[in-house]
């Protein structure tokens, strides 16, 4: 008999809100896959040098969009697709979302070619849940601390809270399969209550 197909969780939120440490924390609890964009292929670093470097030559946005699309191409391809196909659980650190929020809201290109974008390079791939860090932008910049930032992170305050509220838009709009949590608390704070999301998400048996 073929496994049973494993469930996807996605991590969003801006740089500084907690998700790496949270996507390991819970993909720990799971025994679950753990991976991230960008980078998680050998094509996928490559990529992610192109985008955040603060030192590579500049890119347009649409230029952007297309690397971030070819970088979760590869890693649908490589890492997710393949595991999920094998019963296991995956926790990414971003996916999908983060395009729509970077370069749609951030960088004002038009959401629904960014959305078709998407749904191409994935192969229609969606999470099962997609778990929002809420962290105000201000606070995010001091977990970060001084000289650390890519080229992402350096668009200033004005750009990253047209993300923000990007990603809390795209929560509200797929609430079915979305949960927002607070991230300023104490990180076994928010781990407890990304956990209690993906209880709910399970349903009946709860995770594995």
């Known amino acids: 008999m073929s496994p049973t197909r494993g469930r996807f969780i996605a991590l969003e939120g801006i740089d500084g809100c907690g998700k790496s440490t949270q996507a ?17 292929t050998p094509l996928g670093a490559s990529l992610r040098g192109l985008v955040l470097s603060r030192d590579a030559a500049p890119v347009d946005p649409r230029a952007e969009a297309l690397l971030m699309a070819a970088d979760r191409a590869q890693h649908v391809a490589d890492v997710i697709e393949p595991a999920l196909q094998a019963g296991r659980w995956v926790v990414s650190d971003r996916y999908s979302a983060s395009t729509l929020a970077y370069q749609g809201f951030g960088r004002g290109l038009g959401r629904d070619e960014l959305a078709r974008l998407v749904g191409w390079a994935t192969g ?8 929002l860090l809420d962290l105000p932008v201000a606070e995010a910049a001091a ?30 709009e797929g609430a079915e399969r979305w949960a927002v949590v607070d991230a300023s608390g104490p990180v076994e704070t928010v781990a407890a209550a990304v956990w209690t999301a993906v209880e709910a998400m399970s349903g009946p048996g709860g995770p594995p």
């Open 24 to 40: 390991r924390l819970l993909a720990e609890r799971l025994g679950a896959v753990v991976t991230f964009e960008p980078g998680a």
């Open 124 to 131: 229609g791939l969606v999470p099962d849940l997609t778990v």
């Open 143 to 172: 977990r970060r601390g001084a000289g650390g930032d890519d080229r992402m992170e350096s668009e200033g305050t004005a750009f990253l809270r047209r993300v923000a509220d990007g990603f809390l838009a795209l929560a509200a």
